[in-house]
């Protein structure tokens, strides 16, 4: 899906370079309105060059709905879960997973922050989490934790059986050291404000 | 919002606006224990920058006189979504089925976000 999503950029930008160099070209007058006009009869007298052109025309539309459709699609996917009960539809936001997996931060005292991005799909449920940690922890002991907590809260909440597959990115690492550097050059500051030591009684 | 479901009685019309079922979904949906609130929706958020507070949950009529509820819900963290969206959806059915007699067609439930109580 990312290939046809990278072609359809790179197609989509080359089309817009080509317009932006074609106004370029003219304004400087290499481009004569009278060359376009040859082109475009030359185009029109010959049969084949004339099914050529039709034939591009007809893939660029194609071109253009399948990566409409793919964005828009994966937009759609992206959006909510969504399962049938007896009574109608229940709809799950993907955000309300977000906020839930955010809630588990509290529970393992070596994150400090956790951003979660999920997507659902026919496969199942795709959670990232990005990982920034309070101190130098265990690294494989404690993503497997987070992994089969995350695991066990989206399944205990939803209640669904599908596939979740969990992939977690440590972005960075607070050690001791720097949150101690901090809070000194914290203490440096307030103590150097002058005249900081005159209260009003 | 604007339809009303009209029924005949033996002295003349009884017709039941929209915002009455919303309303009576909206008491059932919140008497279950896990709904933190209803959700908002885009409009229900922009009447009320204009200071008008409109519900957020969907009636729909279709022409047999079946009727169709959508219920954004917020619900309280540590909950089980499903239980509660079916507790939900049973709830407001047997709300609007005893106090309107109309006939539900779909309780439809957006869970829109969870927040700890």
């Known amino acids: 899906m990312r290939i046809f999503t990278v072609l359809g950029i790179i197609f989509y930008a080359s089309i817009l370079i080509l317009i932006g160099a074609a106004l370029i070209v003219s304004s400087f007058n290499i481009l004569q309105p009278q060359d376009i006009n040859q082109l475009f009869v030359y185009l029109q007298n010959s049969l084949n060059s004339r099914i050529i052109v039709g034939l591009s025309g007809l893939l660029l539309i194609l071109v253009s709905i399948s990566f409409a459709r793919l964005i828009l699609g994966g937009y759609q996917r992206q959006k909510t879960i969504a399962f049938t009960t007896s009574s109608g539809e229940v709809t799950i936001a993907l955000n309300v997973v977000e906020d839930l997996i955010k809630q588990l931060s509290s529970v393992i005292p070596e994150i400090k922050e956790l951003r979660p991005d999920v997507i659902a799909d026919k496969k199942g449920i795709k959670v990232e989490l990005n990982v920034v940690l309070k101190s130098e922890a265990n690294l494989p002991e404690l993503t497997a934790r987070l992994q089969d907590i995350t695991k066990a809260k989206i399944q205990e909440v939803l209640g669904l059986e599908e596939e979740i597959i969990i992939k977690i990115h440590i972005t960075k690492i607070i050690a001791k050291e720097e949150k101690e550097k901090k809070r000194k050059d914290i203490d440096k500051n307030e103590s150097a404000i002058p005249f900081g030591g005159y209260g009003r009684v | ?117």
């Open chain 2, 1 to 117: 919002m604007m339809h009303r479901e009209e029924s005949q009685s033996h002295y003349g019309t009884i017709s039941i606006h929209n915002n009455v079922i919303a309303s009576i979904a909206s008491a059932a949906a919140t008497e279950i224990e896990g709904v933190k609130n209803i959700g908002s929706g885009l409009k229900s958020r922009l009447w009320e920058l204009l200071g008008k507070k409109i519900s957020s949950i969907k009636v729909d009529i279709d022409a047999a006189g079946y009727v169709s509820v959508e219920i954004p819900l917020v619900i309280k963290y540590g909950c089980n979504i499903p239980e509660i969206s079916n507790k939900v959806q049973e709830n407001v059915r047997l709300a609007l089925e005893k106090m309107t007699n109309l006939s539900i067609k779909n309780i439809n439930i957006t869970v829109q976000g969870i927040e700890k109580s």
